[in-house]
């Protein structure tokens, strides 16, 4: 079925590890976010790409980088894993400048500990 | 200021009711806004987009106004299949071509038989 695949959909980290969560989209969309969600606080933009070959920050990039591998691919990759870093991990896709809102992928939930 | 602000409730109303949500956000530069929805441990969905001379779908009635800077949804005939979180979406001004959206913290709706 088209859409958003996340992969892993758990994981569980010990503090200091390395992980990257693999986002792709077959809809051919130009642009890709990643979002973190935590209880009270909504989604919170991380990083995103608006075409292939360039990414920006968000509004909470720190402990976080990505890589636009190619069109359908968006990779998020945190470093060094901290339990601030708890969270459910939502990638998305979009074809053009935001009128048509989102396809979301099913998330990751990934635990710090 | 939280750039988007929803009440996040619950609301808790009877089969058959009509509830309505309201959310207020903070630029008035902001030209896109949408409604969506996300079930318990799921990714967000699209509802609907809310166009400036309001638009319903169904039960579901979205109205935009500019002047005061708040969009609103409307469920009529509550069904038990319409528990869920509620998430306001407005794009993220000067953001030009990138697609980046502003989510609300969600209101949550629990329908009761």
């Known amino acids: 079925n088209a859409g958003v695949t996340q992969t892993p959909k758990f994981q569980v980290l010990k503090t200091g590890q390395s992980m990257t969560l693999q986002c792709a989209q077959d809809?051919?969309?130009?642009?890709m976010y990643w979002y973190r969600q935590d209880p009270g606080m909504g989604l919170r933009l991380i990083y995103y790409?608006?075409?292939?070959?360039?990414?920006d920050k968000g509004e909470v990039p720190n402990g976080y980088n990505v890589s636009r591998l190619n069109k359908r691919e968006f990779s998020l990759r945190l470093e060094s894993a901290a339990p601030s870093q708890t969270s459910v991990y939502f990638c998305?896709?979009?074809?053009?400048?935001?009128?048509?809102?989102?396809?979301f992928g099913s998330g990751t939930r990934l635990t710090v500990v | 200021r939280k750039e988007v602000e929803q009440d996040p409730g619950p609301f808790n109303v009877p089969e058959g009711a009509t509830v309505a949500f309201n959310c207020t956000y903070s630029?008035?530069?902001?030209?896109?806004f949408f409604w969506y929805r996300q079930d318990c441990r799921k990714e967000p969905k699209l509802l609907m987009s809310?166009?400036?001379s309001g638009n319903e779908d169904g039960r579901f009635t979205a109205q935009l106004n500019r002047a005061s800077q708040y969009i609103s949804l409307l469920i009529r005939d509550s069904k038990l299949s319409d528990s869920a979180t509620y998430l306001c979406?407005?794009?993220?001004?000067?953001?030009?071509?990138?697609?980046?959206?502003?989510f609300g913290q969600g209101t949550t709706l629990q329908v009761k038989p």
């Open positions: 998305a896709s979009i074809q053009g400048g935001g009128g048509y809102g989102y396809t």
């Open positions: 809809m051919n969309h130009n642009s």
């Open positions: 790409s608006a075409s292939e070959g360039t990414t």
């Open positions: 630029n008035s530069a902001s030209q896109s």
């Open positions: 809310v166009y400036s």
């Open positions: 979406v407005v794009n993220f001004p000067g953001s030009g071509n990138t697609g980046k959206l502003i």
